[in-house]
């Protein structure tokens, strides 16, 4: 998938993502083979701590759901939770962010959105990092953050004012440095290297396409 | 002036970095507040042109921490991205990447991941970044701050390097004077936001009041001051042929403590002890700490040194029971493979940043969080005797988080410190503290040590590790390179720098001075100045 236009990779992408969300049944087994196999290949071992976070909550819909009488529904929310998950876990470590940032410009975006989205996405990693000196920190202090329920949920609540205030900082300061760069001053940024979009793209355009008209066309033949 | 090297120092607080951001046009017009008078850059009025105009006419900033200020993943990327935001074209742009990449030494690495680059090469890439926008005024805000003494040289020397082949003005905000000051036209000390004094570097830092007010004047200069030497030496090596010019003195004339507290430690018990240990990341190809064994007795107070990505930091994890060792045996004040809730109460941590250690509403809060197991009288009694001691009485109903910098760092130690803890571990205590806020700090880790805490400080401070511990380890890719007491004759202090660890400036005169056939026992300036007054 590297090797191709990264607004191919979007395209791509945004096929699998439409098939789970709107694809129905179809959709879901497609996009929750692919997420498996994508997963599997770009590094399950990063995917665990983040799908296991959002299980619980997969659970939670589908139980819902299945409360109201609406069990395989349920069931199909909670799915698709996770397999939206995993696909976007495995795209964020298959793609490049800055070829990702060209395709998005490309395609007429604002480049001041389209850096904001480019810091989020490099902010993950980080605040992840200051979330866990901030567990540190509360584990050699006797909070429990390793406790019952309860008083596990006091002690999370007592790292997030930290985590929000050291997160705005590092944003601030971000901001600061692109501005001593110059980030403001371009009305059209210019970009060391054009994207080129090749036969090769234009086939996995294709294939997204023939993907999304698959997933109705079956869809529709199912009872 | 156009083309000179200007370094600005003084006490945390004092004003230097907001200097540097009016400079670049940041303060005030992105950060708020009033601004009087004029700033004049490069032919522009600072204080109204905006700070990616004045990027465009060849001004712009290297901050502290490389990482912070990042906006790509990959070298190339992130040089190309001042360029791009000038709309150069693409050829120019390729063309300044390549120039800066080859000027800092990283033209291997333009395709490579920062993330995966030492502390010293990320601020390589920061320099880079900025270089890439060729700039006539280069603003740099303690650009060594968290790098290792070898590599904080090596960044030095490129700055000095790099004045001469581009002719470009450099303006630097630093600590480590002894490094910066010998490459420095002039020096402005900034001290509670106002010039104390400017000029050239010998002649400025030769104040003998300085250092109290929180300036880190080179120990070779405070020496040769207190000696009444006309020599203004800013390096060991000028100290120590100034001495030897000098004539008269030398000998060892004072004893020293050091044999004394080692005898007094080896009677102690151990506190921590580590045998064997080895250490890989969960998915980690390699061990991250590799056979390392030690033991720190009650009252040792240790130096841990080695450079960035050593190790230092997983030693010090293992040691509190954060992590488990892949092999080998760790026991904390007698409890063995500790797990932190086990020994959580007798073990105190103060993290690198003290963001990532304040967790409570108040200043009171904070510092009661470890004293829950007391009553009413005696928490209230510490938390009062903690305020007191590290100046913070008159803030104890504030939120920790809306302190100062240096307010927040001694709020951390307080807090860490209140419970009285058994085994203390330090990471990086003196980074973003002046002079007198290091030699503040290096008297409580001694009176914690008399105490019988054992103590454990990670540090790249050569000054801080001589001032405050009376033993260094030594880390290299995970493992143990050396393990030596912090001596003042020049037997110890030779067999330190055959190890590889920087020696702090008064012991590396003492070397210098025994390779004349001069010889002197000294750790400290006061002890180096009797021995040749």
Known sequence: ?223 | MAGEMLVVCGPSGGGKSTLLRACQGIVPQLTGGALAGAAEVVGCDATVTRPHALAALGVTIVYQNALEGFVADRVDDEIAFGPESLGLAPDEIASRVDEALADVGLAHAARRAIAALSGGEQQRVAIAAALALRPRVLLLDEPTAHLDERTAGEIVGLLGQLRRSRGMTVIVAEHRLGLVAPLADRIAIVIGGRLHAVGAPREVLRDPALPALGVPVPRALQVAVHLGLAAAPLTPGELANALVARGAGGGPKTGHADALSRAAAAAADVALRFEGVRYRYPGATHDAVRDVSFAVRRGERVALVGPSGAGKSTLARLALGLARPTAGEIAALGVRSPATSAIAPRVGLVVQNPMHQLLAETVEDEIALGLRGRDRTGRSTRIDEMLARFDLASLRGRHPLSLSEGQRRRLALAAAIAPSPELLVLDEPTLAQDEAQRIALSRLVRELGAAGVAIVAITHDREFANDACDRVIAIAEGALVADLPLAGDAAGISALAKAGIPLADVPATVLALSGAGRHAIARSVDELVRAFR
């Open chain 1, 1 to 223: 998938m590297s090797a191709l236009d990264p607004r191919a990779q979007l395209a791509l992408f945004a096929a699998i993502l439409l098939g789970v969300l709107f694809g129905g049944m179809t959709g879901l087994v497609a996009g929750g083979a692919i997420a498996i196999i994508w997963t599997a290949r770009s590094g399950a071992s990063r995917a665990r701590a983040p799908l296991a976070a959002v299980l619980p909550l997969a659970l939670f819909v589908a139980l819902l759901d299945a409360f109201a009488g609406r069990t395989s529904e349920g069931i199909a929310a909670g799915l698709r939770l996770v397999e939206t998950t995993a696909l976007a876990l495995a795209f964020a470590r298959s793609v490049d962010a800055r070829a990702m940032t060209d395709a998005l410009r490309a395609l007429r975006l604002p480049h001041s959105f389209v850096f904001v989205l480019l810091a989020g996405a490099r902010f993950v990693p980080v605040t992840g990092a200051d979330l866990g000196e901030l567990v540190t920190a509360a584990r050699l202090r006797g909070i429990g953050v390793d406790a019952g329920p309860w008083r596990r949920l006091a002690a999370w609540r007592a790292l997030l004012v930290p985590l929000l205030v050291i997160t705005v900082r590092r944003g601030l300061q971000l901001g600061e440095a692109m501005e001593a760069r110059g980030f403001s001053t371009a009305s059209r940024r210019t970009v060391r290297t054009e994207l080129r979009w090749r036969v090769r793209d234009s086939v996995a355009g294709l294939a997204a396409l023939l993907y999304l008209a698959l997933i109705a066309l079956i869809g529709s033949r199912l009872p």
